[in-house]
């Protein structure tokens, strides 16, 4: 690991004069997919830690990699993981830009399940900041393509983003229509760890929403579904 993490760095700094080419061509034995796949994955490790600044260290290693390799897949997911750390770290004008180089890119390859995915990122990033039309507007998008190609997993995180959005403006009839969405997605994939999550999602819904019989009912439901995990 320490090797590869060395040779990162290397690569990089030669990135920075004109002796990159050289330098993946000395090295592309060892700056496989796989190299630049295990840099992601210790990235996501970091990030999970909430280490952003070594996770975005990594990140940038990959994405500078990739190019190199054109690895097209890996560079836009180092573009939106570089999004979510600066994102989770309250940057959120370096999140924007991030977010949408992600989602250029993944429209230039006409990806559509990674562009849905990204713009879900973008909108959520969107209602932090209050931009609640913009937010709604990207993740609605998203959920027409999830949709049509129907991803459950890909539903689910926009249907539970357009969720959260209807409850902070208040409409609470439809967020729980879109939380109940989710609550059967994740039952069907048997996921009881999202279901939990859910369940306490309606419960704070009826909370909010001054329906407090029906709050403790979802509370307890979201207890008990933890309990089976």
């Known amino acids: 690991m320490l090797?590869?993490?060395?040779?990162?760095?290397?690569?990089?700094?030669?990135?920075?004069?004109?002796?990159?080419?050289?330098?993946f061509e000395d090295d592309k034995d060892i700056v496989t997919k796989d190299f630049i796949t295990n840099l992601i994955l210790q990235g996501n490790d970091l990030l999970a830690q909430q280490k952003y600044d070594s996770a975005i260290i990594l990140y940038m290693g990959a994405d500078s990699l990739a190019t190199l390799s054109d690895d097209f897949e890996s560079k836009t997911n180092c573009k939106h993981n570089i999004g979510l750390c600066y994102y989770r770290d309250g940057k959120y004008t370096l999140s924007r830009?991030?977010?949408?180089?992600?989602?250029?890119?993944?429209?230039?390859?006409?990806?559509?399940?990674?562009?849905?995915?990204?713009?879900?990122?973008?909108?959520?990033?969107?209602?932090?900041?209050?931009?609640?039309?913009?937010?709604?507007?990207?993740?609605?998008?998203?959920?027409?393509?999830?949709?049509?190609?129907?991803?459950?997993?890909?539903?689910?995180?926009?249907?539970?983003?357009i969720a959260g959005i209807q409850n902070t403006l208040g409409n609470y009839q439809g967020a729980l229509e879109y939380y109940f969405?989710?609550?059967?997605?994740?039952?069907?994939?048997?996921?009881?760890?999202?279901?939990?999550?859910?369940?306490?999602?309606?419960?704070?819904?009826?909370?909010?929403?001054?329906?407090?019989?029906?709050?403790?009912?979802?509370?307890?439901?979201?207890l008990k579904t933890k309990q089976r995990i």
């Not at 959520?124 to 999830?146: F, G």
């Open 97 to 161: 830009e991030y977010f949408g180089e992600a989602i250029n890119l993944s429209l230039s390859a006409n990806d559509e399940l990674k562009t849905a995915k990204y713009q879900i990122s973008l909108g959520v990033l969107y209602k932090q900041l209050s931009i609640y039309d913009k937010s709604m507007q990207l993740i609605m998008k998203s959920i027409v393509i999830a949709e049509k190609h129907k991803d459950l997993q890909l539903m689910a995180m926009a249907y539970n983003s």
């Open 181 to 222: 969405l989710v609550a059967d997605i994740f039952t069907e994939l048997d996921y009881k760890t999202g279901l939990a999550k859910v369940y306490n999602n309606i419960g704070n819904v009826y909370t909010d929403s001054g329906n407090y019989e029906l709050s403790k009912k979802y509370y307890f439901k979201s």
């Open 3 to 23: 090797k590869r993490l060395l040779l990162t760095f290397l690569l990089l700094a030669l990135i920075q004069s004109n002796s990159a080419d050289q330098a």
